[in-house]
């Protein structure tokens, strides 16, 4: 996994500072909340966080700190998946619809045990994502794709539904967030 062009492609797609009105998330830069900056130390202006602060915030939060990285080892485009997702929704967002997925596609326990759905992904998820592997192969990584892709996307109308003005993202979101990163 090469996250240093993950990162890339994550800032290409962001861009530079933003600070739309619609927008409850605040001012950004590089993707990076003003919230989440301020959470990593940054105290400065928005529109000054320096693009290597934002690259080091983006490799801890929402790389190795969810642990993103070792479900990489295992399934990369999965990996790759959970980390935008995680950017735009939160890492914990992100791995609980893994949770969830491979609770749901554990065939009632038959290839490991029901995992709890709680944002954090520890040995016991670990552990169901390698028996899932074992059981489903290398192909069973495009099944959890589409399912995190689909629980993703069933956010992204919920999140619209219940505030008219997160309508201005909707169409962006499922034009280029769902279905890879």
């Known amino acids: 996994m090469d996250i240093d ?3 890339n492609d ?9 600070d739309h009105p619609a927008d409850k998330g605040g001012p950004t830069n590089w993707g990076v909340t003003e919230q989440v900056a301020r959470a990593y130390g940054y105290a400065g202006s928005m ?8 690259e080091d915030i983006y490799r801890k939060r929402y790389w190795s700190g969810p ?9 990369p485009r999965l990996a790759e998946e959970l980390f935008d997702t ?12 893994l949770q969830r997925a491979l609770n749901a596609l554990n065939r009632g326990a038959v290839d490991y045990p029901d995992i709890a759905a709680d944002g954090a992904i520890g040995a016991m998820t670990l552990a169901a994502l ?25 956010r992204y109308i919920e999140i ?6 997160n309508e201005a993202f909707v169409y962006g979101w499922l034009a280029n967030r769902v279905g890879g990163a």
């Open 5 to 7: 062009r993950l990162i």
């Open 10 to 18: 994550l800032i290409k797609r962001e861009g530079g500072y933003v």
């Open 47 to 54: 529109k000054a966080l320096p693009r290597g602060r934002a």
């Open 67 to 75: 642990r993103f990285d070792q479900v990489g080892q295992r399934y």
């Open 86 to 97: 995680g950017v735009n929704m939160g890492p914990a967002v992100a791995a609980t619809f």
């Open 130 to 154: 390698d028996a899932y592997r074992k059981a489903r192969g290398a192909a069973g990584e495009t099944v959890l794709l589409r399912a995190v892709d689909a629980l993703q996307g069933a």
């Open 160 to 165: 619209a539904e219940r505030r008219a003005a």
